[in-house]
């Protein structure tokens, strides 16, 4: 496994993106995907996990209804729709990979981990 995260940017209150997660070796079918993130001056925090055939899905409180993690086996590929965003949401978002089917909001549980992209909501 070895992931590449992409999709950040700048985007006002209320705005929309879609992260990716790109698992370049083409191994990741069976692992458990995550979103974490680290906003400044703050801990690592879990965002949304997907179980390996994607029909397990969890999320942080503050983002249900607002977040959607989804995958796509085929083109190894995760994904993390973010609509309605707030400042509140402003941080590196990471994508991990975890060594079994589930997922978990501990950050031990990953085994592979993306570079991070940085998204930024202004108010």
């Known amino acids: 496994v070895q992931l590449q995260a992409s999709g950040g940017g700048l985007v006002q209150a209320g705005g929309s993106l879609r992260l990716s997660c790109v698992d370049s070796?083409?191994?990741?079918?069976?692992?458990?995907v995550s979103w974490f993130r680290r906003a400044p001056g703050k801990e690592r925090e879990f965002v949304a996990t997907i179980s390996r055939r994607g029909g397990n899905t969890f999320y942080l409180d503050s983002v249900k209804g607002r977040f959607t993690i989804s995958r796509d086996n085929n083109k190894n590929t995760v994904y993390l729709q973010m609509n309605n965003l707030k400042p509140e949401d402003t941080a590196v978002y990471y994508c991990?990979?975890?060594?079994?089917?589930?997922?978990?909001?501990?950050?031990?549980?990953?085994?592979?981990w993306g570079q991070g992209t940085q998204v930024t909501v202004s108010s």
């Open positions: 070796k083409r191994t990741f079918s069976n692992n458990a």
């Open positions: 991990a990979a975890a060594r079994r089917s589930y997922g978990s909001r501990s950050p031990v549980d990953y085994a592979y």
